[in-house]
């Protein structure tokens, strides 16, 4: 895989530098997506990535993972809300915007199949395709209790594994 360095603009410095001190100037180094520009792999890819995590974990040890994973569980339940209520509203830039932001959290935490299902979702929304985005919503809905899962597990390990307690 490809190792993208992006440096660290003033933005993400005032978001991160609490958490782990970031200063700007930094770059930060991240794999890019396996799969072609559709950011699709073969299916027999795991629906996690690991690597997702461990990147959380160098930047800033395991109080950083566990500051992410809380904030995606808490963000993602308000997105999949949002995504229907837009829904329900025939409030497509709103949705789009709901299930674009979930495919991007979801990547940052490793959570790849809940990351093509949000974009494909996505690509829904952009063709107009209506009629099958409550389906999506449903399996960004199953693919979400299982990612969350997987982070509870995650995190507890991070938990575990830290003299740090969790805030």
Not at 1 to 18: C, G, K, L, R
Not at 64 to 75: A, K, N, P, T, Y
Request: overall charge negative.
């Amino acid at each position: 895989m490809d190792i993208h360095t992006v440096p660290v603009d003033a933005t993400t410095v005032t978001y991160f530098q609490p958490i782990v001190g970031l200063r700007e100037g930094v770059s930060v180094g991240c794999e890019a997506p396996s799969g072609g520009p559709t950011g699709q792999t073969d299916s027999a890819d795991e629906p996690f990535n690991p690597a997702a995590l461990d990147m959380l974990r160098r930047l800033g040890k395991e109080t950083l993972l566990v500051r992410m994973i809380d904030i995606f569980l808490v963000s993602s339940q308000e997105r999949i809300a949002a995504a229907r209520a837009a829904l329900q509203e025939d409030d497509m830039p709103s949705l789009k915007l709901a299930v674009h932001s979930m495919k991007s959290s979801a990547a940052q935490l490793g959570g790849v199949t809940l990351q093509r299902t949000a974009a494909a979702a996505e690509r829904a929304v952009t063709a107009g395709d209506s009629a099958t985005l409550p389906a999506w919503l449903d399996a960004i809905d199953t693919e979400f209790a299982s990612l969350r899962t997987w982070l509870y597990q995650a995190r507890a390990v991070a938990i575990a594994t830290s003299n740090e307690k969790p805030t």
